[in-house]
């Protein structure tokens, strides 16, 4: 009888995770799904410190913001349907109170740079190549 599907023998991966490592996932709901996982597990994981990012560059952005370990100022929200918002950010830290979105993005930030200075393992996962510039 015909087999109605592809078996791939699957090889041991070349590196592994352990609950001894520091690991910071960042990217996609599949990054937070994952993290999330890791987490009922009792991995020591921070898991998306800016919420969902998508697009590499965000990212990458963000991973430079963590690496600088600064904190952002409140000129650097923008108030936009009755929230205050950042666009390094997922819509999580949008708040109507301005101290509060600011208060909880640099606690987020500076959690993400800890994490991110004694980190063993990096998971990015991209959810498109696409990317939105304001103008």
Known sequence: MP???TSEKITKAKI?????????????CFAQNIGERLMQHKFSILSNPFGIL???????????LLLDGKKITADALFYHNDLWQSFQHHSQ???????IALTQINESLLNGSALLQKTN???LTFGTAHVFVYK
């Not at 352990?18 to 996609?28: A, K, T």
């Not at 697009?55 to 990458?60: A, D, G, M, V």
């Open 93 to 99: 830290f949008s708040n109507p109170n301005k101290q």
């Open 121 to 123: 393992r990096i998971i």
């Open 54 to 64: 998508y697009n590499p560059i965000s990212i990458q952005e963000g991973l430079k």
């Open 16 to 28: 592994s995770i352990h609950h001894r490592q520091q690991i910071l996932l960042m990217g996609s």
């Open 3 to 5: 087999k109605f599907r």
